[in-house]
T-cell receptor, first 117, second 115 residues
Framework: GAGVSQSPSNKVTEKGKDVELRCDPI?????LYWYRQSLGQGLEFLIY????????KSGLPSDRFSAERTGGSVSTLTIQRTQQEDSAVYLC???????????????FGSGTRLTVV | AQSVAQPEDQVNVAEGNPLTVKCTYS??????LFWYVQYPNRGLQFLLK????DNLVKGSYGFEAEFNKSQTSFHLKKPSALVSDSALYFC?????????????WGAGTKLIIKP
């Protein structure tokens, strides 16, 4: 598609349940990022995929969080045993990173608003 | 270490007045600089970027930003603010010599334009 697509747009889940968030990046974009944004706050980096390289997981807040990217395209962010503090908007972005001239910005999806009750 | 600072959590401007949202950065090489905007309940949108060339960069919605190497700044400006400009603005920087291609983000500045 023309943009980065995220689903679902909204998710309400009970504490302790697992959730999966999906990101479909722009075709051909080699880099994919997951960020978390709490209400009215800045961006918290979670994880970065670049091509076939091992992902940069340095931003994942706990071992309840994991992500995978299949075939260099679609990515799934999984949160196990959700907690109330996981409530946030989860943003996915893709980019043409990795090129000799890394002068491209990111294209963001609209995000998934996760509410843990 | 690379970093971006947006010193103001919030900026209040009257409609029709000029606005400035400040951004300073710290990178070891020549920076690539970006501004993004997030309207309420919307995703982040790219506004403008500086890569090389003219220090004054023009972007979407009438915004512009000036790269000042000596002051390591990339302030966002608009000559006449609109109420619809009210949003959260993020500055970001990338050092193209760094093999880590990630953007480094500022904490964001909430811009409120009052009628």
């Amino acid at each position: 598609g023309a943009g980065v697509s995220q689903s679902p747009s909204n998710k309400v889940t009970e504490k302790g349940k697992d959730v999966e968030l999906r990101c479909d990046p722009i075709s051909g974009h080699t880099a994919l990022y997951w960020y978390r944004q709490s209400l009215g706050q800045g961006l918290e980096f979670l994880i970065y995929f670049q091509g076939n390289s091992a992902p940069d997981k340095s931003g994942l807040p706990s071992d309840r969080f994991s992500a995978e990217r299949t075939g260099g395209s679609v990515s799934t962010l999984t949160i196990q045993r959700t907690q109330q503090e996981d409530s946030a908007v989860y943003l996915c972005a893709s980019s043409l990173d990795g090129l000799p001239l890394a002068n491209y910005g990111y294209t963001f999806g609209s995000g998934t608003r996760l509410t843990v009750v | 270490a690379q970093s971006v600072a947006q010193p103001e959590d919030q900026v209040n401007v009257a409609e029709g007045n000029p606005l400035t949202v400040k951004c300073t950065y710290s990178v070891s090489g020549n920076p690539y600089l970006f501004w993004y905007v997030q309207y309420p309940n919307r995703g982040l949108q790219f506004l403008l970027k500086y890569i090389t060339g003219d220090n004054l960069v023009k972007g979407s919605y009438g915004f512009e930003a000036e790269f000042n190497k000596s002051q390591t700044s990339f302030h966002l400006k608009k000559p006449s603010a609109l109420v619809s400009d009210s949003a959260l603005y993020f500055c970001a920087v990338r050092d193209p010599t760094d093999s880590n291609y990630q953007l480094i983000w500022g904490a964001g500045t909430k811009l409120i334009i009052k009628p």
